[in-house]
Each structure stands twice: as C-alpha cells, then as structure tokens.
Nanobody, 126 residues
Framework: QVQLVESGGGSVQAGGSLRLSCAAS????????MGWFRQAPGKEREGVAA????????YYADSVKGRFTISQDNAKNTVYLQMNSLKPEDTAMYYC???????????????????WGQGTQVTVSS
C-alpha cells in the first residue's frame, strides 16, 4: 500500500504562484511514476505533469508547459508542483497519483495510476 497526502492548495490572484506538495508513505519502493492531475467542475480529469522517480524525467500537459514545474525530493518521498503565472482556467481540484510503472510506458496522461491522494483545491481569481 502507498498513501499520498497533498497540501499547498489555496486561493490566489491571476499571475500568482502556488506550490503543491505530495507526501508519499508506505511501500514507496514500488512506485516509479508520480503525477499531478486536476479536475474542474463539469470537466474531465486532466493530466498536468508527471515525474519518473527513478531518473527524474518529467512530462507536462501543453496547457501548463513553461508555467508549472514538477520536482521530487527522494529523501522525503515528496513530489512538488510549482505553479507560476496562474490563470483562472487553472482552477480545479488537484490530485497526486503514484504507480509502479514508469511514466512513459504507463501512458501517464491516461490517469491509470494505482494510488491517489484526496486532492487539494486550487482557485485562481481574475
């Protein structure tokens, strides 16, 4: 079992920044990919970013590329999502996820992850 706990969500003005954290515990040795997903009311879940925990390779949705950065601190079993230049359309519930497959082979953007956090709300006002 792997447990994931997100934190860092909140309300910010457009153009502002926010950093989300995802702390993993349990049998984390079995996880190779960690990702961030978001879902806004009335919208489908969207893959935001992912990181291969074994090597550090990162992946991003086109909508956030250049604005968001995913990173990891292996010593803390924690993954971060630094969000800059936030836009109102970034408003959503953000979820952290983990899986035993590497991100590329597992087609991370499809959201087929074995473990999910409870989510943290991000609201961006104009």
């Amino acid at each position: 079992q792997v447990q994931l706990v997100e934190s860092g969500g909140g309300s910010v003005q457009a153009g502002g920044s926010l950093r989300l954290s995802c702390a993993a515990s349990g049998y984390t040795y079995s996880t190779n990919c960690m990702g961030w997903f978001r879902q806004a009311p009335g919208k489908e879940r969207e893959g935001v970013a992912a990181i291969y925990t074994g090597g550090g390779s990162t992946y991003y949705a086109d909508s956030v590329k250049g604005r968001f950065t995913i990173s990891q601190d292996n010593a803390k079993n924690t993954v971060y999502l630094q969000m800059n230049s936030l836009k109102p359309e970034d408003t959503a519930m953000y979820y952290c996820a983990a899986d035993h497959r590497d991100c590329y082979s597992g087609s991370w953007w499809r959201g087929k992850f074995g473990y999910w956090g409870q989510g943290t709300q991000v609201t961006v006002s104009s």
